[in-house]
């Protein structure tokens, strides 16, 4: 009982502890944003002649203002649209409003010690750095007033052949197929957040049998923004965007009539919603560590998941990292410059320092994506997809007959195995496998023999 007792009084003193300085670090890290934004939207200006929108202000725009930017918000089969005379249309709901309502630690604890909750505001908003980005695809505002393209790459961006691809219309695609010119099914791979096609292409595709490969073609995608796929700098990554490019590079480009999907943690999202557009193409699908967070009642869901996700506690470290990139925008990008920006030089140096000796493809993954790109992705896909996912799991239970199994490590510390069972609990019939002492990546990366022949298992199933 006295063991007990200590052990308790001692994680809630270690919780205490951890509120307590998480409180004055993300205080502070809340002020250097404001810092940050002020030094990028002066750099922006200096390098590349015109302003940048950020969302840092919580300015907006009304239907009417924006109209009068050539922008107009209307109705259309019950969804709101932003359509321009540019031709460029945008659903609204396809944007996460965690893009631009993110309060500050000092914000947060006054509304939760306030007793009076202000009421939300009628009517449709678009915020003004969204107006911006929309205006034909224009891009930022010069001292002229005028509206300026957006350069890409941009001066903070990687500017190497692999980062910014000659072919602007379609995704890379790593491609593997037999001899023969037509199979039965292919497959399609799909990777997560600030990862690579190399995700797969250097794990499991490698151990995938023979008389699979007889039968199947095995495409691995990179996703829009990451890898060596386009990275355009006036697109704002949504859902929408995605699955659109995954069609148009894999599913038309080459044919694809029946297909697999084999997805990994953000790309289980895309490989729902592709599902949901190709029900009668799907024969299996199998989600690695899935982000579904169920949205409890009365609580905003992109909000919900990114206070889920992201905690702002500087422990464990894997929180302290989501914080970081989820919370604040221009920070995040000085960690891109850091990195990403030159990723060529961090890759030559592990290189070095392991003697060449240690394979690279995780690196490549994490530190070939720009600001913009992974920004944009984890609000609109990550949080803003909340609501949506929760439709299209009803979809596949009710109207696809796909097998579908789910894949978590028992480890995960980023996204618990509750988010599998959620999974579960909207498809009855799905499979979930809890594999033990593994975690967000060596679900896949360490056991990529094992699940190369638990694969071919469920694409050899009836469905």
Not at 11 to 28: C, H, K, P, Y
Not at 217 to 239: C, H, I, Q
Not at 307 to 315: D, N, Y
Not at 360 to 389: P, R
């Amino acid at each position: 009982m006295g063991a007990a007792a200590a052990r308790s009084a001692l994680a809630s003193a270690g919780r205490a502890a951890n509120e307590t300085v998480s409180f004055v670090v993300f205080l502070l890290l809340d002020a250097l944003e404001v810092l940050l934004c002020v030094v990028y939207k002066v750099a922006d200006y200096v390098v590349e002649g015109a302003w940048r929108p950020c969302y840092c202000s919580s300015r907006s725009a009304s239907p009417a203002s924006a109209a009068t930017g050539k922008i107009v918000v209307s109705e259309r089969g019950g969804s709101k649209v932003v359509s321009m005379l540019s031709a460029t249309r945008l659903h609204l709901e396809d944007i996460s409003d965690t893009l631009y309502t993110r309060p500050s630690v000092l914000a947060c604890a006054a509304a939760s010690g306030s007793s009076t909750r202000r009421a939300p505001v009628p009517g449709v908003t678009v915020h003004s750095a969204i107006v911006q980005m929309l205006r034909g695809k224009v891009g930022g505002r010069g001292g002229d007033g005028k509206h300026r393209p957006y350069p890409s790459p941009r001066w903070s961006d990687c500017h190497c052949a692999n980062c910014n691809p000659a072919d602007t219309d379609r995704l890379f695609v790593h491609v593997e197929a037999p001899p023969q010119a037509s199979t039965e099914e292919d497959v399609l791979f799909i990777h997560g957040f600030v990862s690579s096609s190399g995700f797969w292409t250097e794990t499991v595709l490698p151990h995938v049998s023979p008389a699979a490969r007889s039968r199947r073609r095995l495409f691995a995608v990179d996703l829009l923004g990451f890898g060596r796929s386009p990275k355009p700098a006036d697109s704002l990554y949504t859902l929408r965007e995605h699955v659109e490019m995954i069609e148009r590079s894999v599913i038309e480009r080459h044919g694809v009539k029946s297909f697999h999907i084999v997805a990994h943690s953000l790309g289980s999202i895309l490989a729902l919603a592709l599902a949901v557009r190709q029900p009668a193409a799907v024969r299996s699908l199998t989600l690695v560590a899935p982000p579904y967070f169920p949205v409890p009642r009365g609580e905003v869901g992109a909000r919900y998941v990114l206070r889920t996700v992201a905690p702002r506690r500087v422990w464990p470290p894997i929180a302290f990292g989501a914080s970081v990139a989820c919370w604040y925008e221009h920070l995040s990008r000085t960690v891109s410059i850091v990195l990403c920006k030159h990723h060529r030089l961090w890759e030559l140096a592990f290189r070095v320092f392991t003697l060449y000796r240690v394979r690279t493809y995780l690196m490549d993954g994490f530190f070939c994506h720009t600001h913009i790109a992974s920004w944009h992705t984890l609000h609109n896909i990550i949080c803003g997809s909340a609501g949506k996912i929760d439709r299209c799991l009803e979809v596949v239970r009710d109207q696809l007959t796909c097998n579908v199994t789910v894949y978590h490590g028992s480890d995960d510390e980023l996204l618990p195995v509750q988010c599998s069972y959620a999974v579960k609990s909207k498809i009855p019939r799905a499979q979930v496998k809890v594999i033990d002492g593994k975690d967000h990546v060596t679900i896949v990366v360490g056991r990529q023999k094992d699940l190369a022949r638990e694969l071919e298992e469920i694409w050899d199933r009836k469905r």
